[in-house]
């Protein structure tokens, strides 16, 4: 069950019609460094304008014992609510709707479901969750908000990159191209009696009307074991009138995180 809420939540990843898309141009870092200032206030500069995104991708989990590829939908209304639904051979498998306030999904494995918050599931998981950082990473940007943190600026496999260190051992590495301050790998490892990484790449963009987005997304989790999780955006839409359907199926049970 878990390999299907991993890609709900790791997914949990225009105007009227599909938009134009050509591939974003990247370019190396300049040999001189910039500072952490300059990169943020790059990475930040790059449009969002949009109220409503539907993303049609493929998605490919991998772990030390199976591999499984799915089909995606999310549905976002920027900062409000993001609907994923997962499918394989065109079943619906799992459906989940995120809230900044609510985190809810059921998976039909199991036919089971949980309704609850980002405290408990952060938890289970193993990795911390908001609906910010779920909705960051489905955009291409980073997941805390560089703004409000402590980083030293270095040119890195000619990428700019932050790194900042947090009390209990975290460390946090940002990568950068040198032309629009795309993201390019964001890398967070936490050490202790639990160590964990998280390792999110972002190999290509596309360029719309309204916004950069990442093409692809490759995400890297280690907590005991490895999981690889390879997403790839299909179609991309703006500003269609949305709607969030989430009922779950009669019959599951709910089930509740210590």
């Known amino acids: 069950m878990k390999k ?131 909705q960051n990473m489905l955009l291409g940007e980073a997941l805390d908000d560089l703004t409000k943190g402590n980083y030293k600026a270095s040119v890195e496999a000619d990428k700019y990159k932050l790194i900042g260190k947090e009390s209990g051992g975290t460390i946090k590495e940002f990568l950068f191209e040198g032309a629009n301050y795309l993201l390019k790998d964001q890398i967070i490892t936490q050490n202790g009696q639990e160590p964990r990484s998280l390792h999110i790449e972002y190999p290509a963009h596309n360029t719309y009307q309204p916004a950069i987005l990442p093409a692809q997304i490759k995400i890297e989790a280690e907590q005991k074991d490895k999981v690889n999780i390879n997403i790839e955006y299909t179609t991309v839409k703006f500003d269609e009138k949305l709607t969030f359907p989430y009922d779950v199926p009669e019959g599951f049970e709910q089930i509740f995180i210590e």
């Open 4 to 134: 299907l809420i991993a890609i709900v939540f790791t997914l949990s990843v225009l105007v009227g019609c599909k938009s134009k898309q050509a591939a974003v141009a990247t370019e190396e870092a300049a040999g001189d460094s910039k500072s952490a200032k300059e990169i943020i206030a790059g990475h930040y500069k790059n449009p969002k304008n949009f109220e409503t995104l539907h993303i049609n991708a493929s998605a490919k989990y991998k772990d030390k014992k199976q591999s499984q590829s799915v089909s995606a939908e999310i549905r976002i209304k920027k900062d409000e609510t993001i609907l994923v639904s997962i499918k394989f051979l065109g079943i619906t498998m799992a459906k989940a709707i995120i809230t900044p306030k609510r985190v809810s999904y059921y998976e039909k494995i199991n036919n089971t479901y949980f309704d609850g918050n980002y405290a408990a599931l952060s938890k289970w998981l193993g990795t911390d969750l908001d609906y910010n950082k779920v």
